[in-house]
């Protein structure tokens, strides 16, 4: 591991050009850009309680998108997330009301998230049947489980232990940050330096070459969606401990917004391509401008409009991108 | 250009050709598809077009249907010059093909499918469905055909009759001039029976049919004329009540195999490769071979023949339903392509861009994609291993890349194919099955590949190498295996592997039953 550096080992006269170039490089300026330019306009946009407040609310949808990337760099897609962390959620909530020890309350979910996006890989990867129709299938049933099942109550009551957004790290870093950033990180290490994490890019880029590599496919899409899972469940804590009161409904379009995050974040939506770095940051990105919009006065229905954009503007110039590639062959 | 097509139906075949192509030119990046080509059909003739793959046929037809525009050389349907821009140019012309992947709609009627683009329309611009059935049953019943329905949903037909629902929408169209794309390919032998009662009812129509086949026999039984091309240049044209299938043969594969190849003579070892009576549906039927250290064992047969699924169930890809695999003389299981790697087995697939590489990634990961156990530590990729070797692979077989770190969807064809047997050769196999190794590549990275081959062969790898050309086969191989229809047909050790009796063997002619005899 002598070259555990994220920037390109060997990379040639371009590598700079290309470093700053990257989809990450161009999300961090537009982070910073935002700031700025919104800062100027409203200098209470700059206030570190509102910068963390737009972090900590969204840190569960960063967390999200780090699972949903692997999933999309894998050539499939979910659109069950959303309704996974709110059903994850209203697990956890109820078995902190009911006075469960707080590891079980926080493991729970996991296992749960584990469980359900197995299950789902293991349809998508043996009986060959669309991601995209399974995960539909299963968004309608937990849905319509969840709201069956709570009768639409809110869980209130919570213990004060069940609070993950009130423990600070060195009394500034809030819990959900920390587990955000470590959670990028480790996997982000690990899409790049682990064999594993090689299968997925080599299965979205290209599965019959992969399979006759002797990587497995199946296989690979199972893990990817099993950590998918582990990450939802993380993501359903995060969300869940952050409110005094569980809903039994999440943020509509949640599973939208995790979508979004990876793909403005440089995930190919035709797999193979995409770091989870990206999908932070996009995250941020997003949660940045529906923040900013307050500030400068804009209505935030437009957050809708604007997300809506960045999809089509990522992704226009992922194909243009891939174009000139297959050009230059 | 739509007046293109009225010609007179009882035209005698001997005036105006129908379909005139002339010294017609085309090129691709690095390739001369064509060179001066000339060719034509005559109204009610069948014209078959014979060649090896690669030949040339496929470029043709294609120019002649507008899919392809030619760089020079003109065509003339009847008597007028054209310059087909487009597909729809030439259909307008009257031409239209029948490709062996039908272009069908397989939830749409037959009547639809006939009529698509084309559907009879009541005032107001609707389709009219009425005048599209009874459209669809007076074509039928011109034709005699009995058990189609216009209503009938094509994806229930069997081939044959989806086959002639393509043929009736050419019809349909009033196509005067129709390609046949090795029509008979996917055929029961029933089926093949009523196209070609078919074929000599739109001939007496005046119809002129091009025909391209690789089975002998029928263009016999069929075709008026035969033209062969060879390197995409035109062999000859011949009355096929003048010629024999041996003329043929030789007009279609006779070419000097000169120090082309630098096939080095290397002690051969020990079998390597055992396989017996390997059966895996539906082409595989029981076969039966040996390769041994040092040796080049050619593969020949026609696409189609089962020589890619016999390397991919030997590979595992498509594991065997029963026979043997030994290795060195062991039995063994190859139940996956990662058994296969474990068991020092390497499969260089036909198709670099779909089997072959992950174009969004980059040389290095590429390289190290099939030996990732070799350069990882506790799962965890040593990025330095896998530098080393990817430059060890760059090096040894002189890829040209920018970097390492260059997407390989950039590169070339011949650096691609570098790459992919790089990526094996990584692992150290003791056979290496090639697919195809010089498909589609330029000269230079050809003969560098053909280097290697004898370079790893020198070293005692076993290597089983399939190849379409037929050069390729003869110049590399100690021994030459021919398959057909999913079986051995043939053995010939190097020096009675002339390109005569290897393509007899291929197309199953009389003079096959020589070299089974070798």
Redesign the interface.
Known sequence: ????AIS?????E??AIRLFASQEALLAFAIIGIAIVVGLYNPRFLATRNLTDIVLGNAYIAVAAIGMSMVIVSGNIDISVGSLIGVLATISGSLAVAGLPMVLVWLTPLVVGVVVMTLQGAVVAYLGIPSIVVTLGMLSILKGGLISVTGGRWISDLPQAFHLADIELFGILPMPVLIMITATILAALWMR????G??I??TG??S?????????PRRTVMMVFALHGLFAGVAALLFATQLKVIQSTVPPNLELTVITAAVVGGV?ILG??GTVVGSTLAAILIAEIASALVFINVSPYWIHAVQGGLILVTVVADILRRRR??A?? | MSEARNVAVDEPAHLAPLLAVERIERSFPGVRALSGVSFEVAPGEVHALLGENGAGKSTLIKIISGVYQPDAGTIHVDGRPLRFESPDDARRAGIATIYQELLLFRDLSVAENIFMGHAPRSRGGWLDWTAMAAKTEALLASLEITDLRPGQIVGSLSVGNRQRVEILRALSQDAQLLIMDEPTAALTEYDVTRLFDLVRRLKSRGVGIIYISHRMDEIFQLADRVTVLRDGAHVGTRKVAETSSGELVQMMVGRRIESLFPKVEVPIGKPVLEVRDLVRRPLTKGVSLTVRAGEIVGLAGLVGSGRSELAQTIFGATPAESGQILLSGKQVAVRSPGAARALGIAYVPEDRATQGLVRPMTVRENFSLASLAKVARFGFIDSAAETRLAEAGVNRFRVRAGSLDQVVGRLSGGNQQKIVLGKWLANQPKLLILDEPTRGIDVGAKAEIHRLMCELAAQGLAILMISSELPEVLGMSDRVLVMREGRLVAEFARADATPEAVGAAMMGSQAADAGRAA
């Open positions: 591991m002598s070259t555990l390109p080992g060997r990379a040639g371009g590598g330096y682990s064999a594993s090689r299968a890019y080599a880029g290209n019959e070459a992969a399979r006759l590599c002797g990587v497995s190919s193979g391509v590639r297959q230059g062959g």
